[in-house]
Structures are given as structure tokens and as C-alpha cells.
């Protein structure tokens, strides 16, 4: 058990029903077609999401784990984390924990995405990918193995008892606005609850269109310092649906340096970081989201900068 420094601040829970007309209301203003709607969490275990446990309910919370600095200008390889670890430091030994990160460079060979998606407690389970740059230079998916939980450098996770319940249901189709579905939502609830910090975290699959998402090439040899340099190294490409992406997000801020969104998916053979769709005229996109109790930050860099955090 490796030990890190973890603090946690309390977040504002308003209704689920209050949040959902908030994000409805915005997303109509983005979207042709829109409904966030309060409904029992369908069992997430089976298809089309195929996660590793039925809900998202049971202590909800986030947690934003290390971040871009131990990544640039130059790799920290030692920072490695084991989800089960993590999931014992926000007080839940057995969590169903979703989120994106960076996947762990010791099993993979390369620097990769990671799709969190792992079940911990007695029998812990574990659907996660990772997507990383392949050597003819295009993106390869892979599954990790069950024993294989750790991942590295940072992890923006939202973990649960994975318990069925309440939850929000966002349904978003044709896209009008400029701006993706998740910073949509992240913006209007800034909008309405202000410095109150409101977070979520959960899956949404893009169900037609494709999405703009980069993969994380082999680590670079030389410092990358502003996001000019980040996004000559990045890969970017165009994924196309159906692809199931988990997702955490927080309104605003409390002192913590955090990531304020975050979302990594893939399909069949595709993954990476969401970045927006590229076909606003026929995007399709589904999802469920509850509301965390608390933030948690582990292992905070002490030195940090606002570089790569897009
Ligand atoms: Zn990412």
C-alpha cells in the first residue's frame, strides 16, 4: 500500500431534480434536441455499457489523483497509483470507480490513456482499457488484465458503492453550440450555483457522430512547457461511435488544482481523451451522471502550472 498526502472538502448537493432542469435548460440552448430527466440507474453491467457494476449510487465522490505536472515539462515515472489504493484512500474499500487517466507505463510498455473502470473489494473486477500509440503510429485499444489496477501520473475518478438508485439521465442530439456536452454542463452549473462547487461523475456514450479525441504518444524526451508543444505532441483523431466514455466533473474549483473535466472512451477498436464531436448535424449522445458528496485530492503536485489540462 503506497502512501500519499489526501485531503477532501465537502461539495454542494443540490436535488437531482433542481440539477436536472439546470442542464437541461442549458443543454437546449446547445443542442436541437435535449432531456436531462432524474431516473432509476439502468443496470450498467449490461450492453450498451458494459461496466463493472449495475449503478452509481452509494457514497458518491470524486477524486482528482496527481495531475499534468507529474507528466510535463518532464515525466515522473515513479508516479504510479493502484486504483485499489486510491479507492481505500477516499474510504471506500469496495467502490466501483470510473474515470480518466493515464494508464500504467509499466504494463504497457508506453505512455497510454487509461479508461478506468474497475470494481475493488473482495473480488475485485476489472474492465479496463487503455489506448496507446502502436509502433506503425496509429491508436491501439487494449484491454488490461484483471490483476492489472494501477494506473499512472493522474486519474480523475468518480467512485460509488456501484449500488443501483437514483441518477440524472442526459439525452443530447444535433449539436447547435460550440461548445462539447461536458463543458456544457460543467459551465451551466458555474452558471447557476457560482462559487459553490457542484461536481458529477458517471458514463456517457456517443451513440452516432464521431469525437475528436487525442492518445498520448511514448513520453517526450524533451521538456514540454505550453500547450503550443503539448498539442504538436499529442495524436489527435477522429473516433467514430458508438464508444462509452466515463466522466467527472466539478463547477468550480475550492483550492484544490484541480482538472475540472475530464472524459476518456472508446468503441471496438478506438480510445482516447474527449476532446468535442465532429459531426454536430448528426451527434448522438446518451448518458448517466450522479452527484458526489466530496472532492478528494491525492497526492497533489506541489509544483504546478496550468499546461495541458484540456
Ligand atoms: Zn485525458
Redesign the pocket.
Known sequence: MSSFPVAHKPLHTPPLQEVAEVLQTALKAKFANAEVTVVDCPDLTKPPYGLEAAGLCGSPRLADVGGVPYLMPMVQKDKLYDVKDLAVAVGLPSAFVVG??AGPHPYVGVNS?MMANIKTGDSTTNGSRVAKINAAGSYELQKLPQSETRCALMLNMFASEGRPGKVLRVSAKKRTGDTNLVTCMREALKAHYGEKPVGLGGTFRLVEGKAKCHVMPEFSSVPLTCDAEVNEWLRFFDMPAPMVFLSTLISSDPDLDLRVE?S?GYGSDCGG?YHYDTTPETVEYEGYYNIAEFIYRIDRPKETHSVGRN
Open positions: 480518466a487517466g490513456e475530464h476518456h481523451h
